[in-house]
């Protein structure tokens, strides 16, 4: 995006990736981004065409949601990627549109007393991208992910979310992921936290456990162990996965739902996950990095913002405002009001009279679902309000979400952590 205004970028990539890594499937509100960039197609030859997502609990209640058009710009698909593949397509792309990379991993160092910049390269990192010391790059966008280069090195605070989840995740074969449309991506409520199945190309599903951390140690020791005693310990899992062969080493991230509290300074900005992230679940991770660089390609350096502080805080203020609509979209599905207004949807498909007043506002709450959940409308206050009201006034029984909410502390797993214990003397 900053080639095409003219802006001469050079990218840092020492290009050592693991071999896997979180973020396999897209939210419909990405295709926009893939096509103005020029590689729908690219990215569709190697991935799984995804038609929505599912919701279920060991309880019974499960809801589906499909995929709608919401105009030309937003189709009823999104696609499970390979992400290492993924990435090497976005960054190909980059390269024929003349973007420069440097093989190494840049350094930068805090400066003080100095009007026009808080942060420099080092000199080795000068030296390997070829600018001379007395003249670095006028700006410094930290694209560094997790790591959050610019603020460790600055001390820069972060907000967390509630949460204190590690999630493991591993490839394996001959694991029925139960999606009852094309690639749709079916998310487990367990005895004990939670776990994702996403359908991949190759007849490969990626398979991922989230639990609490402290609760995660009663699961083993390692994450290979954790991940298989999760999948064994929780009935969905183990029958979907009694056949599995895993083909991928387990990979472990921790750290959720985290956003700075400082996006930019003198000469520099975060981008992506260094500036925040979410929660996996919903799948809105790479989603979010992608509109992070279109909405500060738009705020921060199209030719109406002359004034880069100005820019760079309606950027900030942008990013902020979706953080939120994710977090607070994902807390129904923490504390069970949004499995729990699905299960009302269904059960009003089904038993609901021809002319009560729910069967006409079914539609309506469908539809917004739908629009929340694919990216397309998360921020949307009216789609918000419509998901609000539904839960306040179609779950009648105050005791539905609590059954369908995420366990997460030990006192609640208490069970599932005693039959996992017993099993494992038994294997003994």
């Known amino acids: 995006m900053l080639t095409e205004r003219g802006i001469q970028t050079t990218v840092f990539d020492n290009d050592k990736t693991p071999s896997l890594l979180v973020g396999e499937s897209l939210v419909p509100a990405v295709i926009p981004i893939l096509r103005r960039l020029g590689i729908e197609d690219r990215v569709a030859a190697i991935s799984h065409v995804k038609r929505g997502a599912a919701l279920r609990h060991g309880n019974g209640n499960r809801v589906d949601f499909e995929f709608r058009t919401f105009g030309k710009d937003y189709p009823d698909y999104s696609y499970n ?47 390997a991208a070829g600018y001379p010391p007395h003249s670095p790059p006028e700006l410094l966008v930290d694209a560094t992910g997790r790591s959050r280069l610019f603020s460790r090195k600055l001390g820069i605070s972060a907000r967390r979310g509630p949460r204190n989840d590690i999630a493991h995740f591993a490839h394996f074969r001959n694991f029925v992921a139960d999606s009852a449309l094309p690639g749709q991506v079916v998310l487990s409520v367990l005895r004990c936290g939670w776990s994702w199945q996403i359908p991949l190309s190759d007849s490969l599903t990626s398979v991922g456990v989230v639990l609490d951390k402290h609760a995660a140690q009663h699961y083993g020791d390692s994450a290979a162990e954790r991940i ?9 899992l183990q029958l979907a996965g009694s056949g599995r062969e895993r083909v991928s080493e387990v990979m472990t991230y921790s750290n959720y739902q985290l956003i700075s509290n400082q996006a930019y300074g003198k000469g520099w900005i975060l981008l992506g996950d260094a500036l925040g992230f979410v929660d996996p679940m919903l799948s809105p991770g790479v989603f979010m990095a992608l509109e992070s ?14 004034n880069f502080a100005t820019g760079a805080h309606a950027y900030y203020d942008h990013m902020l405002d979706w953080h939120d609509a994710w977090s607070k979209l994902i807390a129904y599905f923490y504390d069970g009001r949004l499995l729990s207004m699905g299960a009302m949807r269904n059960h009003i498909r089904q038993h609901a009279g021809p002319f009560s007043i729910s069967r006409y506002a079914e539609p309506i709450v469908s539809r917004a679902l739908s629009q929340l959940v694919s990216g397309v409308k998360t921020r949307s206050r009216l789609a918000q309000g419509v998901l609000h009201h539904s839960c306040n006034h179609l779950i009648k029984d105050p005791e539905v979400p609590q059954q369908n909410r995420i366990r997460s502390n030990l006192i609640e797993t208490e069970c599932s952590i005693r039959s996992y214990a017993t099993n494992r003397l038994r294997a003994k």
């Open 81 to 127: 990627i390979p992400r290492p593949g993924f990435d090497r397509l976005i960054r190909a792309r980059a390269g024929e549109l003349g973007v420069r990379f440097v093989n190494h991993k840049a350094r930068v160092e805090k400066v003080d007393n100095n009007a026009d910049r808080e942060l420099v390269l080092s000199s080795d990192s000068l030296a």
């Open 293 to 306: 660089a279109a909405v500060m390609d738009e705020f921060v350096f199209s030719t109406a913002n002359n």
């Open 228 to 236: 298989e005693s999760v999948i064994d310990d929780n009935p969905m």
